[in-house]
């Protein structure tokens, strides 16, 4: 899992990327290719 300081950027990675927030902290996961997970904060 990556962490970043900007998200938005690797939303537009692949298709089925979702941004997601849990407990103050925001998520990028993507069901399809588990590749793509990082968090911010």
Do not use: C
């Not at 899992?1 to 298709?15: A, E, T, W």
């Amino acid at each position: 899992m990556k962490v970043r300081n900007s998200l938005k950027s690797l939303r537009g990675r692949h298709r089925n990327n979702r941004i997601v927030r849990r407990k103050g902290r925001v998520y990028i996961i993507n069901k399809t290719n588990r590749r793509f997970k990082a968090r911010q904060g």
